[in-house]
């Protein structure tokens, strides 16, 4: 009885590879583009965060602590007192022009929007950033209470007509915050959780970010070279993508019926970020055998490639395009696999 169970897994997987062949998720990172302007090579001046102090404070630091400086998503955020040091020829003394922007100011301790931008775009400030809480529930940690939602609405403005900025809110809580962040786990304090988690997907809204993704692999049976197939894929199911591509490649090059094989380092150019020839190999793939998961890969790449080249600001690609934005949103769906 208990060898049926693999013997009929077999027999259905030789028959599925007809169509297409059997199929297993593994993870692969993808760039995406900042969610509502690029600040890359930017100056932002951060002009603070309304809300209660204990959660205001540690925002502030963080995101200028965390302001990302490797190449492709360098970013200098600067505080107010920054921009009015400067201004005031960096004597940090001189309160004129912080009292001059109070005056106008709705809220006291917060600068006003048309009085501090007029400031910052004099100091070469390319964008000013703010925040507001607009939602902070209890962060008790006892079992059976709600353990603390942070919700922070973000405003950017540019300090030119091309550039004009926008809003986006951004809502946590302790569950999603470390699922999002599963190194936070370690930290106990619910505050700081939070506070981190927030900070990183406010970068998210200026910088280019990464995303975990889940792809579809093929599983090849009865086939020469199948064996080294599947070992690749267990390797990418652990991430070691590098291993996997070239256990494909061995397969792909000593069994040319190995279709499998080939489908699969198509994906493994694409989380290598080699996305023409990602292209090139799952085309190959659907000439071969032009199954429904095949064509949904293709398809799959293509759009993170366009993802890939709006975050770093690239040209289009030599081959250029081949999914059209009306089709896009239908076609992710569809193709992508993701959970």
């Keep these: 009885m208990n060898r049926s169970v693999p013997l009929l897994f077999l027999l259905n997987c030789s028959y599925l590879l007809i169509g297409g062949g059997c199929r297993m998720a593994a993870p692969i990172h ?7 302007e690029s600040a890359v090579g930017k100056r932002v001046a951060l002009a603070g965060v309304q809300g209660p102090s204990e959660l205001t404070g540690g925002l502030q630091r963080q995101l200028l602590i965390q302001a990302p400086d490797d190449p492709g998503r360098r970013v200098t955020i600067v505080s107010t007192g920054d921009i009015l040091a400067l201004a005031s020829n960096k004597d940090r003394n001189d309160t004129r022009l912080t009292n001059k922007i109070q005056l106008v100011s709705a809220v006291e301790e917060v600068p006003n929007d048309l009085a501090f931008a007029s400031i910052a775009r004099n100091q070469d400030v390319d964008y000013v950033l703010r925040g507001e809480v607009i939602l902070k529930r209890n962060l008790s940690m006892h079992r059976g209470v709600d353990p603390g939602t942070l919700s922070v609405s973000w405003r950017l403005t540019g300090m030119d007509a091309e550039h004009p900025g926008g809003g986006k809110p951004i809502i946590l809580d302790l569950e999603s915050a470390r699922e999002l962040y599963p190194e936070l786990a370690y930290v106990s304090d619910p505050n700081e959780v939070l506070t981190l988690a927030m900070v990183r997907e406010t970068l998210r809204l200026i910088t280019p970010s990464v995303d975990r993704h889940r792809i579809t692999l093929e599983i090849p049976y009865l086939l ?6 599947r070992r690749g894929n267990r390797a990418a199911r652990e991430g070691r993508w590098g291993e996997a591509e070239t256990l494909w490649a061995e397969a792909w090059k000593w069994n ?3 279709i499998a094989a080939l489908h699969n380092l198509a994906l493994a150019a694409a989380a290598g970020q080699d996305f023409s020839r ?14 429904e998961l095949h064509k949904q890969t293709l398809v799959w790449i293509e759009l993170k490639q366009r993802a890939y080249h709006q975050a770093f600001l690239l040209p289009d690609p030599p081959e250029g395009w081949f999914v059209t934005d009306s089709t896009a949103e239908e076609i992710t769906s569809a193709a992508t696999g993701e959970n």
């Design 278 to 291: 990602a292209k090139k190999l799952a085309r190959k793939a659907i000439r071969f055998q032009p199954s």
């Design 30 to 36: 993808a760039w995406a583009p900042p969610q509502l």
């Design 224 to 229: 020469p070279g199948s064996a080294k197939v």
């Design 256 to 258: 040319p019926t190995q």
